[in-house]
């Protein structure tokens, strides 16, 4: 695992904030927080698939901006699923990862959009984000974080299964024939590192990428790569792999499938 470097977030921190040294972890308690937040010292598997699916589905408020606005720095993120009960699952991932449990929010699906999320405040979460991990906060301008290219292929393979929970597709073309794995993405220049890191972690040979005016996609059509990539895990959520893990071929594959969901779920999310 991949030692994290802190020194860019202990500069961000403030005078009154509280600092504690563990074997495995810092423990952090910001001016005025609520919440005593954990932060590990190690890109460990699980933070590997949170980094991924928070690059496709998470958010950062800027700071600058609502100290602008308010007179004061406000530190919130923002991450979830169309899944009630993967979001949850994905807040039980948080917890173990950073100490504190978030309020799952549905205020979105009263307004008919079906979209359940965590919405914290927390100033160290925010800045172990952008000063640890590399994510620019209120920005849509994404790419795959330094650490994580510099990582080994299973943290790679990691950060990939919660990328493609977030954001990727896996569906039947013609008349249910042919399995295509895809993803969209606004820009061009991600989708180009995450078909590089998919080269890297899971050995995919063959994709297409596509740029076209307001967005990119990437495909992967050959069916030999799509069945190598569900069989080495390449999705998670379960909603997106259990529709086709019943009728993936060959027989190898389902028993990979199955066998994979469940191993990787339990790693994760208990």
């Known amino acids: 695992m991949n030692r994290l470097d802190y020194s860019m977030f202990f500069k961000s921190l403030g005078e009154f904030d509280r600092i504690t040294l ?3 972890y810092y423990s952090i308690t910001a001016r005025g927080a609520k919440h005593t937040v954990t932060l590990p010292h190690m890109l460990s598997p699980k933070m590997s698939y949170f980094i991924g699916f928070f690059l496709g589905d998470g958010g950062l408020k800027n700071t600058k901006t609502t100290r602008i606005r308010s007179g004061k720095s406000e530190y919130k993120l923002i991450f979830g699923d169309y899944s009630r009960k993967f979001t949850q699952a994905l807040g039980k991932l948080f917890s173990g990862l950073f100490g504190f449990s978030p309020k799952i929010r549905n205020e979105r699906t009263r307004k008919g959009e079906h979209y359940y999320y965590y919405n914290p405040t927390s100033k160290a979460v ?6 640890v991990i590399g994510f620019k906060e209120g920005s849509y301008e994404k790419y795959v974080p330094e650490i994580i290219l510099k990582s080994s292929s299973e943290s790679q393979k990691w950060f990939l299964r919660g990328y493609f929970d977030a954001e990727g ?3 039947r073309k013609y008349k249910r024939k042919m399995l295509i794995i895809s993803v969209h993405a606004r820009e061009y220049g991600l989708l180009k590192q995450i078909q590089t890191v998919l080269q890297t972690s899971f050995g995919l040979a063959s994709s297409r990428l596509y740029k076209e005016k307001k967005a990119a996609k990437l495909f992967i ?3 030999s790569e799509v069945f190598n990539l569900l069989s080495q895990g390449l999705f998670t959520h379960p909603d997106k792999l ?3 893990a019943a009728v993936a071929q060959p027989d190898s594959v389902k028993l990979a499938l199955r066998e994979g969901f469940g191993e990787r779920s339990k790693l994760l999310f208990h």
């Not at 925010?126 to 000063?131: M, S």
């Open 22 to 24: 563990k074997d495995n």
């Open 126 to 131: 925010h800045l172990f984000l952008t000063k």
């Open 169 to 171: 597709s896996i569906y």
């Open 221 to 223: 059509t050959v069916q």
């Open 242 to 244: 259990g529709k086709y």
